[in-house]
């Protein structure tokens, strides 16, 4: 991957960046049908990005550019992986990068540069984390022994603990792990779905093992 980087010059504060993928079929991926990832990122960072078979020019604001830079050079790695690269994955590496510039108070937030979205790998499917706060979390599970996930119900809490195990269980890389939920001070059934932990924990893990 080249780039090739030139001030405008009709404003100091705008640029133009030249990006060059090695894969043509590879980059096609990452553009998306009919350009619609390029376009999301035009809409979002507030740039132009004109793809031209291997070759992506981007022009805007030069913090804007960079970010578009980053986003690009983010998402390749997943057509480089066999991945293919949808609108909601543009959505989060986008939203992951103006987390980062905007606040790194995190220890497992991933520096500036190129961002690589947390994995979780089972048998059945790999797992890609779509917000900061599901990076930060899958990458605390990874790294440390107690992880406390807090926040509301459906924002994956349960369900990403319950993979990060089965991944653990497949790979032989594992001391016994309990997720669990805590006890509620009410008689209400704890946690987004009606009866017992044990019912719970069994429909999150199925798709995952």
Partial sequence: MSRHLSPTADNALASQLELAFEDNRLAAQLYGDFDQNSALIEQRLKVSATPRGNHVLLKGAASSVDRARRVLESLYASPEE????????????????????????????????????????????????????????????DRSELVFGVGPAGTGKTYLAVAHAASLLGTRRYQPHHPVAPGCGSRRAAGLFAGRYEGKGRSLSAPAL
């Fill in 82 to 141: 066999g991945r293919s690269v949808d609108i909601a994955d543009v959505d989060a590496v986008i939203r992951m990068i103006e987390t980062e510039d905007s606040q790194l108070t995190l220890p497992t937030l991933e520096r500036k540069g190129k961002v690589r979205m947390a994995q979780i790998a089972t048998r059945k499917s790999t797992i890609v984390a779509r917000t900061p706060a599901q990076d930060a979390y899958m990458r605390a599970m």
